[in-house]
Structure formats: C-alpha cells, structure tokens
C-alpha cells in the first residue's frame, strides 16, 4: 500500500508547491517538433481506488484481513505442495528401488 501513489496533471507551475513534479521539454506531437512541460501534483491516495472491486475486505479491520490473506496463502501452500511436491522432490525421502 506505501508504493501506491496518485497524482493530478495541473496546466500550471506552483512555484510554492515543492512536491510538484515538472517533466519539461516533452515533444507534445504536433508536427514541427513543438515542445510542452506537463506539471504533476501529488494527491493523496484513497484505499477504494486502489482495491478496486474489494470495497467489502477494505472495510474489515487489519488483523481480519490478514488473517484472510495468510489462510488464503496456507491453503495455497498445502495444495501447491501436495500436487506439485511430489514431482519436484519436496515430499520426503526417496525410497529405494529394487
């Protein structure tokens, strides 16, 4: 969640904003090479756009979300090692052929 985050183009520079990001000289595609600056604002992230569809796990409380995730992860775990274990060799000891 800390590496999301969201940000606004502005037509404007802010010369008292000191976390607007300027991205100048751009080509802004209009034949002859003109060029542009773009100017970004930092908005603060909201937890409904970045789950999406999840608005129902988001209103949980923290240690109910991770306890969904880590059982959600275990059964994953349990499966993926009882279907694949056996093929890859995490299973166990080899029994000896005769």
Do not use: C
């Amino acid at each position: 969640m800390h590496i999301v985050t969201q940000w606004e183009q502005v037509p404007t520079f802010d010369p008292t904003n000191p976390n607007q990001i300027i991205r100048e000289p751009n080509n802004i595609g209009i034949p002859g090479g003109a060029y542009g600056s773009f100017y970004f604002n930092k908005q603060p992230t909201s937890v409904s756009q970045v789950l999406g569809g999840l608005s129902g796990f988001s209103s949980l409380p923290p240690w109910a979300q991770s306890l969904i995730v880590g059982a959600l992860a275990a059964t994953a775990g349990y499966f993926g090692m009882k279907h694949v274990g056996p093929k890859i060799g995490l299973s166990g000891p080899r029994r000896r052929r005769r």
